[in-house]
Every structure is written in C-alpha cells, then in structure tokens.
C-alpha cells in the first residue's frame, strides 16, 4: 500500500511540536504492516539546506502564480517529497511565524498550496509513475486536501484527517474563498463555510474519509462543548468515523540507553547512573548541589499548558525542598513570571527560554520528575519520553495524559503498575497537591524506583498503535 501523509513540519528536518515528532516516527512504524509512506512537506530554507541530495520528479506549471517544483528525497529513512516554490516557503522566519513572532500575512495560501499540490499528486499529475492508495493529512495546514481531491480527479481515494490540536483550525475571512481555487459550491456548510468564514479544519473534518486523533480519551472530549472548541457539533455528526490513536515516541532517538545528546546513558536495571546528567543539569541550570527532586519542564509556555498554574506554585516547590527548571518559550507575561521566580530563588529555580533539542534531552534524563499541568492535552509527547527516561511524569487528567499515565494511588502502587501521578481538577491546587504527593513518594527511594522502573517498562512505542493506522487504511481501501 503507498500513503501519501502531507504535513506542515516533519523530524528531523523542521519542528515546532509533537506533529513534527508524529509525522517523522509514523513511516518507518507502518513499513512492517507492508505500507509505504511518501511524506509531502513545503520547501522551507531549513529543509531545503538539509536535504543534500533531491531531484526534481515533477511540478505544477501554476499554482496560485507561480510555478512551482516537485522535489524528492530521501532523510533518516524517509522518503520525502518537498514542494519548493520560493514566493511561498523561502522566508526568514519558521514555518508559521515570521522573525518577529507574527503570523505571515499569506499563511491561507502557503498551505493551500500545500494541500492543493497533495491534492494534484494524489490525481497522478504531478509525480509521473508515483500514485497513492491513500492520503493522510494532519491538522489544519493540509486539510484542505481532501476537500481539493473532492472537486479533482481523485474523488474516490479515501483519505484520512488526523487532529493534532483542534485549537488550531485555521479560520480565515471570506474575503480569502476567492483565491483558493475552489469551486463556488465549496462555500457551503458542506465544505469550508464556517459562520461566514473559510474554515480549514473545518472543511477537512467535512469531506475527509475517516478523522482520527492521537489519543482515545481526547476523541471523546472533543465531541464536548468544553473541548470541542466549536467543532463539536460537526464531530458529533461524524462520529462513526472518529476514532482516537495514541502515538508513540521514536524509541531510537529517545533512549536513554544509547541516547548520544546526553552524558551518562543508563538503563532500568542502572537508574544510580542518572546522578551524572544531573550533575550536569545543576551546572547547565546554576543550581545548588544538595538533594531533593529536581521537576522539569519542557513546553511552549502557553495557557493551555497552564503554565500560569505552574507558575503559582513555584514558591511551594521550594518550600517543600524540590527545585524547578524550565525550558520553553511563548507568552511573555509568563515567561516574566517565571523568570521572576528563579530571580527569587536563586539555585532552586533555572530557566532556559528558547528551543533547545538537547537540552531537552539532558532534561529527561537527569530529572526526577516532569511536570505536565496542561488544560487540554490531545496527547502529549513529554510524558511518553519522561517514561521512557526514569522522569516520572506528574500530569493533568486530561487527552492523552490520562491514557498513557498510570497514576500512583494506593492500588496501583500495590499492583505494582503505577507510573506517574495525576490531577483533577487542572488548578494551582490540584498541582500543588501532586506536587505534594510525589515528594512524598520521592522521599521512599524504594517506591520511587519502583515507579520509575515500571514507567520505562511501559509500552510507549510506535508497534500497536502503527497497527491500528495500519488496520484504519486497510478498511478505508477494502471499503473503497
Ligand atoms: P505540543 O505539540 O502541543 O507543543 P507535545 O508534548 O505533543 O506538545 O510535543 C512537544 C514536543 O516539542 C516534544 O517533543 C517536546 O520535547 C518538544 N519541545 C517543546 N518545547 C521545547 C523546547 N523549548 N525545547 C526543546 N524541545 C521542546
């Protein structure tokens, strides 16, 4: 089976979130299952001076302009295709924002270019000899493909929309329809037409074969009014083909038993040898030596990660013993916020702003713990790794935490499965008392172990769920 999965940022060459990790892991997990994934991403600077070797396979004469070129490539086991048009992707900026933290003005027709061009690939009249069986779209930035395959020549093939954050939808005004190729009747509730605007997401969630999302506990919250972010009521009419799939991590890239990004590998049986990479995180972060749990933090700095509930009890980990670290960047008044609190507490607190792939690393595995105190969290990345790394996770009960975290309660302590420590509700209280509770736990090395090692037992790869992906496209194309 050949997949054409069409993305906005891919791992290794360019990533803003956990759909770049997704995206990048997802193909080598379905090549066992017989499938075969193309991977279409624009043409950024950054991917375009990373991929040494590439030849042009195909193009589009006149897409929204300009012409534009077909690349393909291959990177880390992926087989990539990149759409290189200059007007669109060759900017200063990252995928989404230009140098000064703005939206681009055009970013409506950078991805629907994008999807256009998925769209053109899949009716076989870009690539000359390459076809897919299926397509596969991820968030609001390519979801436009199956509603251009609608009014194209590839009206049949069946096409799955994966939801990575339904708090990006992609709305832009009306103003815009007229430019994006579309027939008339696409501005109707049964496409794009979104209370007047163009809704992307929304067009996608319309025409797309099957929806899924990357954890079964964020499918169902979605269909809420709390969480459906006003898409529930659409959701709610697709239900039947909704299904929720957790993702997996890149089990060779996050291992702390061969991970290169970091000083002292270690194993389950080997945990003593963490003491070294927080011996180095102390000096990375300007804290004292001494002993109490190090908490980590590794996120965009951002409400729905509530990191405002993070910052109300900072003073309290302190005082309770525990030192913090954070690295993320975002909303300024946060990130004044907490970097007025490692003013405050001098060797206890450290902060990082900024984006750091190593670090985080190092992170994970010199941490005792991390701390995940999301509203919302479709599935979350930072857990899975923590798991894998000894960094026992403390997280809200919500999306994706919910089903991948085991929490600490009595019974599952004494059923020896326990692997982190969840809240409800998502408050500064509710934090505070996780908190609480693992330093509790943190003070019985024997109990504190034992949930460390259950956590890196725990099953946080790519096989099961790459096997429901691959059962998801099998039905679509049986049913076809
Ligand atoms: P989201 O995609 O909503 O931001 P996820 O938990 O799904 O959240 O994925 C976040 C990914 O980005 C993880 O791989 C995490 O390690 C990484 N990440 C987030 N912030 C930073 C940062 N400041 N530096 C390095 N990596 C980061």
């Not at 997704?22 to 950024?44: D, E, F, K, N």
């Not at 950054?46 to 990177?75: C, S, T, W």
């Not at 003013?343 to 690393?361: N, T």
């Not at 024997?446 to 096997?467: C, I, T």
Request: proline share 6%.
């Amino acid at each position: 089976m050949n997949v054409l999965s069409v993305a906005s940022e891919v791992y290794p060459l360019v990533k803003t979130g956990g759909l770049a990790d997704v995206v990048g892991a997802l193909p080598s997990a379905l090549l066992p299952h017989g499938i075969r994934v193309r991977t279409l991403v624009p043409g950024y600077p950054a991917v375009l001076h990373k991929l040494k070797k590439k030849k042009a396979v195909g193009g589009i004469d006149n897409l929204f302009g300009h012409p534009a070129r077909m690349l393909a490539a291959e990177y880390d086991g992926l087989d990539l295709l990149v759409l290189d048009q200059p007007e669109l992707y060759a900017r200063d900026g990252g995928p989404y924002l230009d140098t000064t933290g703005r939206d681009y003005p055009d970013n409506f027709r950078r991805f629907a270019a994008l999807s256009l061009a998925a769209a053109e690939i899949a009716g076989d009249s870009v690539v000359p000899g390459w076809k897919p069986d299926l397509v596969h779209v991820h968030d609001w930035q390519t979801a436009l493909t199956p509603v251009y395959m609608r009014f194209g020549s590839a009206a049949d093939m069946p096409t799955v929309m994966t939801i990575h954050n339904i708090a990006f939808q992609g709305q832009f005004g009306a103003s815009v329809f007229p430019e994006l190729s579309l027939p008339p009747e696409a501005f109707s509730m049964q496409f794009v037409e979104y209370y007047g605007d163009v809704g992307f997401l929304k067009g996608g969630l319309q025409t797309a074969t099957a929806i899924t999302t990357v954890s079964p506990s964020y499918a169902q919250e979605i269909l809420t009014p709390e969480f459906g972010m006003g898409l529930e009521g659409l959701l709610a009419s697709r239900v039947g083909s909704l299904s929720g799939i957790v993702n997996g991590i890149d089990a060779a890239t996050w291992n702390p038993e061969t991970d290169p990004l970091i000083p002292q590998n270690y194993a389950h049986g080997t945990l003593k040898r963490r003491a070294a990479n927080r011996r180095v995180l102390e000096e990375r972060f300007g804290l004292d030596k001494g002993p109490g749990p190090i908490f980590c933090v590794i996120s965009r700095l951002t409400w729905q990660k509530g990191i405002d509930l993070l910052a109300q009890v900072t003073d309290d980990i302190v005082a309770l013993g525990g030192k913090l670290i954070v690295l993320g960047s975002g909303d300024a008044a946060l990130e004044g916020a907490l970097m007025a609190a490692a003013s405050r507490h001098r060797g206890h607190i450290g902060m990082v702003i900024g984006y750091d792939e190593p670090l985080s690393h190092l992170m994970q595995a010199g941490s005792d713990a991390i701390l995940i105190p999301s509203r919302f969290e479709p599935c979350g990345l930072t857990q899975l790794y923590g798991l894998r790394y000894g960094c026992v996770p403390i997280v809200a009960r919500t999306g994706g935490l919910t089903d991948t975290v085991i929490d600490a309660n009595e019974a599952a302590l004494a059923a020896r499965v326990a692997t982190g420590f969840q809240f409800q509700p998502v408050t500064a209280d509710g934090l505070r008392l996780a908190i609480r509770r693992a330093m509790h736990a943190y003070k019985e090395p024997k109990v504190w172990a034992r949930l460390q090692n259950q956590g890196m037992k725990s099953d946080v790869s790519w096989a099961k769920s790459a096997e429901r992906y691959a059962s998801l496209y099998s039905g679509l194309l049986a049913k076809g």
